[in-house]
């Protein structure tokens, strides 16, 4: 089976812009989860989505959010960017029950100037 | 602020070296897992612990749930280049929470 991809890997966008991250979870796999990496907050989680539906949120402004399609692939959007959401966006797909095991993607690597 | 803490954050050592790695918390967690992570890829898992003073090996990784499952460790033996990357760990409840990171360098 093929991993968890994301695009873009890499991504420069400039404040107050807005962006807009893909995952394509691994077949099968009806979970989604998105992280937010960097070197201070090491890795924090963002949010969750289960068949379309986000399950959990973490404690994260209204300027993330995201959605899930029918086909289990899922985008991340932040708008209004701030310098401090330079970061390593990571997704990880699973089959959905609690505790399963995640698989992450590489990520993409956003810087905000 | 962060539910799992890990020491040390850095750490640099020579090839042939033992090393251990620290996870703690103040929560209780269901399980908790380990995870490698290599520049410009995402965390691999490489071991979930769920039962209180479990140990589990894994060539020569050994890892260790604390009894009351607050804490774990994580001991390298004969530490190679091959390790060196970026250690987390994870307490799983309704949701992932990673801790700090321990970077992990093995000089040849």
């Known amino acids: 089976k093929a991993g968890v991809t994301q695009t873009p890997r890499y991504l420069i966008k400039t404040r107050g812009q807005q962006v807009t991250l893909s995952c394509s979870p691994i077949?099968?796999?009806?979970?989604v989860s998105w992280y937010q990496q960097t070197p201070g907050q090491g890795l924090q989680f963002l949010f969750e989505?289960?068949?379309?539906?986000?399950?959990n949120k973490g404690n994260f402004p209204g300027r993330f959010s995201g959605r899930q399609f029918s086909n289990s692939r899922s985008e991340m959007n932040v708008s209004t960017l701030e310098l401090g959401d330079s970061a390593l966006y990571l997704c990880?797909?699973?089959?959905?029950?609690?505790?399963?095991?995640?698989?992450f993607g590489p990520g993409t690597r956003l810087l905000v100037l | 602020t962060q539910l799992l803490e890990q020491s040390p954050q850095f750490l640099s050592i020579q090839e042939g070296e033992n090393l251990t790695v620290y996870c703690n918390s103040s929560?209780?967690?269901?399980?908790l897992q380990w995870y490698r992570q290599e520049p410009g890829e995402g965390p691999v898992l490489l071991v979930t612990?769920?039962?209180?003073?479990e140990v589990k090996k894994l060539k020569r990784l050994t890892f260790q749930f604390g009894d009351a499952r607050k804490d774990s460790s994580l001991h390298i033996t004969a530490a190679q280049p091959g390790d060196t990357g970026l250690y987390l760990c994870?307490?799983?409840?309704?949701?992932?929470?990673f801790g700090t990171g321990t970077s992990l360098t093995v000089i040849p």
């Open positions: 929560s209780v967690f269901s399980s």
């Open positions: 990880a797909s699973s089959q959905g029950g609690s505790g399963e095991t995640q698989y």
């Open positions: 077949s099968g796999h009806r979970s």
């Open positions: 994870a307490g799983t409840g309704n949701q992932f929470y």
């Open positions: 612990v769920v039962t209180g003073g």
């Open positions: 989505y289960f068949s379309e539906t986000q399950r």
